[in-house]
């Protein structure tokens, strides 16, 4: 099968609307084209179901792709939107994290995976942060853990009131 071209123009990655079902439903569409992140990208090209273009240069290649945009690919995001695709779920990057969908369901948010690494120091005042962005996307809040061997736990916090 053919690899599908993705257009890096300006600062985002670019397809056809026609490549929306082929491609995993990854992306936003947006009038006739579909929008991909970098973590999008980078998982589309580990699935070699993509080339990129960014003018004369093209991209087919993980390391390449990793070497190239290295500054904005956000690693973390990139391995917990991995995990929860090969399992089945329907995900969109945004700024806070991964939204995850129901099974089967583009448009029905039901968490908000927040990508910690096990080292790095969870405050309450930043899960406080995390829970009222995942009411703002009417979701429940997920801290994905990340260990060392890249492995991902995942925790659903809830908000219980007094």
Not at 145 to 158: A, N, P, S, T
Request: hydrophobic share 40%; aromatic share 14%; charged share 30%.
């Amino acid at each position: 099968m053919e690899k599908v071209v993705v257009y890096k123009e300006n600062n985002y990655f670019w397809t056809s609307k026609n490549n929306y079902n082929i491609l995993y439903k990854l992306g936003k569409v947006v009038g006739r084209r579909v929008i991909y992140s970098p973590e999008e990208v980078l998982y589309l090209i580990e699935k070699e179901k993509i080339i990129v273009k960014d003018g004369d240069k093209v991209i087919d290649s993980k390391m390449e792709f990793l070497y190239t945009y290295k500054n904005n690919i956000n690693i973390k995001k990139f391995l917990v939107l991995r995990r929860l695709r090969d399992v089945g779920y329907y995900v969109d990057i945004v700024p806070e994290g991964v939204l995850v969908h129901m099974k089967g369901e583009r448009w029905n948010p039901i968490y908000l995976a927040v990508p910690y690494h096990e080292y790095e120091i969870i405050d309450w005042e930043n899960i406080l942060k995390h829970l009222e962005s995942a009411k703002r996307y009417k979701s429940k809040l997920l801290l994905a853990l990340i260990d060392i061997e890249l492995d991902i736990v995942f925790y659903e916090v809830l908000e219980l009131r007094f």
